[in-house]
């Protein structure tokens, strides 16, 4: 069945410094990737997405490419601020089918 | 905002009793779907209705049942409630593909309802 694998965490970064969080995915054909975010005390809202093979997604200075040949959806930006601490999801969907969620990556950037 | 609402926030219940949450879905959205996020995991998909009809379902016992009504809001309903019932319910909305079969992609969140069971 489909499935998501995100690096396990939390991430403890600096300001300013460089992030990386890893999403590998298992999945028939074709799906559409995403990452969501979800700050403290706020429900899950999507960053960014990508429907298709060689996509990048983009937002807020995120960044993630849709790496079919690897079957990867890392998510990265390179100056992370003390707002972007948050847990954040990689998914992926079917067109019309259920959402896989990944176990969440804990982020806490320090100033 | 995202527009979807939950209620209640937070809630206790014991081993054995039934309960009820609810979620208003944001206007225009056809699609709910409920998803049970045990602390430290990701949210896990319960099933998802569109335009009225129940059309997916992960993998979670018939004692775990849901309605969505005419204006698209919805409930989650849970009988013989266990103490691995306790979690962050999530209720999101999306607009349905004209495939009908529901989500073709961003889904909204709710904040979501906590469920204690002692």
């Known amino acids: 069945g489909d499935s998501v694998t995100q690096m396990e965490g939390p991430v403890t970064l600096s300001e300013e410094a460089f992030l990386t969080i890893n999403c590998t995915y298992t999945?028939?054909?074709?799906?559409?990737l995403f990452w969501y975010v979800q700050y403290p005390g706020e429900g899950l809202q999507l960053l960014l997405k990508a429907t298709k093979a060689d996509d990048k997604g983009s937002n807020k200075g995120f960044e993630a490419t849709y790496r079919k040949e690897t079957t990867s959806f890392h998510l990265e930006k390179g100056s992370v601020q003390v707002s972007d601490s948050a847990v954040y999801f990689c998914?992926?969907?079917?067109?019309?089918?259920?959402?896989?969620f990944g176990t969440g990556t804990s982020l806490t950037v320090i100033p | 905002e995202t527009g979807v609402t939950q209620s209640p926030t937070h809630l206790i219940k014991t081993r054995g009793q039934q309960v009820t949450l609810r979620c208003s879905s944001q206007?225009?959205?056809?699609?709910v779907s409920w998803y049970q996020q045990a602390l430290g995991q990701g949210p896990q998909f319960i099933f998802q209705y569109y335009r009225e009809e129940e059309n997916g379902r992960g993998n979670f016992p018939p004692r775990f049942s849901g309605l969505q009504f005419p204006n698209y809001s919805s409930e989650l309903n849970v009988n013989a409630l266990e103490l691995d019932d306790s979690a962050l319910y999530l209720c999101?909305?999306?607009?349905?593909?004209?495939?009908?079969?529901?989500?073709?992609?961003?889904?909204?969140f709710g904040e979501g309802s906590r469920l204690t069971v002692l």
């Open positions: 206007s225009g959205h056809n699609t």
């Open positions: 999101a909305s999306s607009l349905g593909g004209t495939s009908g079969r529901g989500n073709t992609g961003e889904l909204f």
């Open positions: 999945a028939t054909g074709y799906p559409s």
């Open positions: 998914a992926l969907i079917h067109p019309g089918n259920q959402f896989y």
